[in-house]
């Protein structure tokens, strides 16, 4: 059970590692600025990543996200992944990446597989093998060892104890076989190796240029605009779908959970769906939130829904149910009674296309 340090109140919806609630955080997010900041150093530092995004004078900077990292000689960027190395910046680039991959069978319990071709056969015949669910063909699940958030409630935060060998786009783009429908990348995050997996797409995609091979992204939304619209463009040709995690509407919260702002998220958000108009079925853009106990409330998801509903009512909107994990597994499951209301405050917002991803969590 955590106590508030704003309100005093104690409640086992409160994070003992944030200390404090959605409400004090709501009502007065900068008094608490300085302490949030130092708990993301804190958990940041024990796997040897900065505690915030570098911003020396210098003539060494990334492009590649909302950070935009400038590191002095020897620093090492928010990600982790570059570094300052005699005034050049090295790591991080197309033969350079730290990830993981594997072939999932179709369909998988991806976020967009009740709505993409894999899991429905969206768009068949000219984007989905088969007229429903792809039985028999798989994913090429691509997972990047690196992320531009924070998230305390990370399900993936092993990642940070390591980032293993690097790989070339090409061996990756290899993986892909005469059964692979689709190429997603997931992480933590693909934005802070975009040079890679866009190489890999452009490889993969050159040498299957005769078949269906959907060009797919799970994401935190933070890279760069002039990136995002060379992922929009792969995956608008090729069949595949950006989904967004749009993890907190209040911007104090949305801080208190990963570390960052949300603006550059919910701009980014607003591009791809501009972009979206030429190709409405498979749909391109997906949203999905997590849940988190106590935080992510029915406030926050109708903050995130009216969000959406202003662009389209229609664009697929998945409530994730959140398993208690890293830094914030002294919060409860989601109780099924915040799902609900999560749901109803969705749909009052005037969202058509919404549904729980994984009851099975909820408590």
Known sequence: MGTCMGCGRSSREISKTIGVCAECLRAD???WREHIDAVHARARRRFGLPGSAPQS???V???????????????????GLRRNEVGTLVGGGADDGRVDWYHDPLPTNCVADWVCPGGTGAGYPDYAYLNGPEIGYANLAVFYRACSFDCLFCQNWHFRRGLGRAKPAAELANAVDDRTACICYFGGDPGPQLPHAIRTSELALEANSDRILRICWETNGGMSPSWLDRMIELSLASGGCIKFDLKAWDEAVHRALCGVSN???????QRVAESRRGRPVPPLLIASTPMVTGYVDAGEIAGIARFIAQIDPGIPYALLAFGPQFEMSDLPPTPRAQAEECMAAARE????????????LLR
């Open 29 to 31: 997010g900068e008094r």
């Open 57 to 59: 004078e210098s003539d």
């Open 61 to 79: 900077a990334c492009d590649l996200c909302l950070h935009g990292c400038r590191m002095a000689e020897g620093e090492v960027s928010f990600c």
């Open 263 to 269: 603006r550059r998220t919910l701009a980014n958000f």
């Open 349 to 360: 917002a005037g969202l058509t296309n919404v549904r729980i991803g994984n009851p099975w």
